[in-house]
């Protein structure tokens, strides 16, 4: 049997909802989807990556994990050097440009220390004849 399955929504953990939400929507681009209060315990924030299909949660009562436990989710991206400049000039602690035989590469790290790599594919058509 074959069916479909998305990746849909990562669960990132933070100790403050309002700070993470200011880094992921002001510093990093990403849209607000939502931002709901279901009761005193539960606040549910879904944020989208600009042009992706799968978003980010955050919150209070959603997520288990240790803030700062989310390591290497990866986003693929158009250019690394864009990507750097970018992030550096809204304020973002990143990497150096990083490249690799699997792609450019460059790393961050959210204000809990959940850790982010941005991967610009390589161009594997270019070593096809």
Not at 93 to 102: F, G, K, N, P, R
Request: aromatic fraction near 10%; hydrophobic fraction near 40%; include cysteine.
């Amino acid at each position: 049997m074959s069916f479909s399955m998305k990746i849909e929504v990562v669960p990132i953990p933070v100790t403050d909802v309002d700070r993470a939400k200011a880094f992921y929507v002001d510093q990093l681009g990403f849209n607000p989807d939502h931002d709901h209060r279901v009761d005193e315990k539960i606040r549910f924030v879904q944020l989208t990556p600009p042009g992706s299909a799968c978003s980010i949660v955050i919150g209070e009562g959603i997520v288990e994990m240790a803030p700062g436990t989310q390591k290497g989710v990866m986003m693929v991206i158009d250019s690394a050097d864009e990507a750097y400049a970018q992030l550096r000039s809204r304020g973002v602690e990143t990497s150096e440009v990083v490249d690799m035989d699997w792609g450019r590469f460059v790393y961050f790290s959210d204000p809990d220390g959940n850790s982010w790599a941005l991967q610009e594919l390589p161009d594997y058509a270019a070593g096809q004849g």
